[in-house]
């Protein structure tokens, strides 16, 4: 009840909450370098990262997509302090496992969540699916120069949805 209470169906994205040529050899490195972020900003608790990385261990997230691979790890909210949306472009592709086959998936793109009510998980991943569907618009994300060129991008898909 009380995650109900505070959650109004907003994420907060900004661009302390997106890295650019994440370094990782792994999946559960990506995740522990972009959870970083969340911490950073105290969005999350510290147990967010580790909760995440053995919850895309049994959960699987990654998606294939016909260019590029995509992760969408997230949790349970008892990690979660403020709802968040972070995203994480990969400088080289590290394997995941797809959320339906569990087949080994080559990500390039990590959409980060942190959500605090399960109304407002299923609305982020709603868009979430749309973004995915828009090849052109996830090039555009992984192609950007700069974290206000992928803010453009999310901007387009999430705004609604977005506390900034």
Do not use: C, W
Request: charged fraction near 30%; charge should be neutral; proline fraction near 4%.
């Amino acid at each position: 009840m009380k995650n109900e209470a505070k959650d109004n169906g907003r994420l907060i994205i900004e661009e302390d909450l997106i890295e650019r040529n994440i370094d990782a050899d792994d999946f559960a490195e990506a995740i522990t370098v972009l959870s970083r972020n969340f911490l950073r900003k105290n969005y999350v608790k510290r147990t967010f990262p580790d909760a995440l990385i053995e919850r895309e261990k049994t959960f699987p997230t990654g998606l294939e997509t016909n260019r590029l691979g995509i992760a969408i790890p997230h949790t349970d909210p008892k990690h979660v302090i403020k709802g968040s949306l972070g995203i994480g472009i990969l400088k080289n592709p590290v394997t995941f496992q797809a959320m339906d086959t569990k087949k080994d998936v080559p990500v390039s793109i990590i959409f980060m969540l942190a959500i605090t009510h399960p109304a407002s998980q299923l609305k982020t991943l709603q868009k979430i699916m749309e973004l995915i569907r828009d090849e052109q618009a996830l090039l555009d994300i992984k192609n950007a120069k700069n974290k206000s060129g992928v803010m453009m991008v999310i901007d387009s898909f999430f705004g609604d949805l977005l506390e900034k």
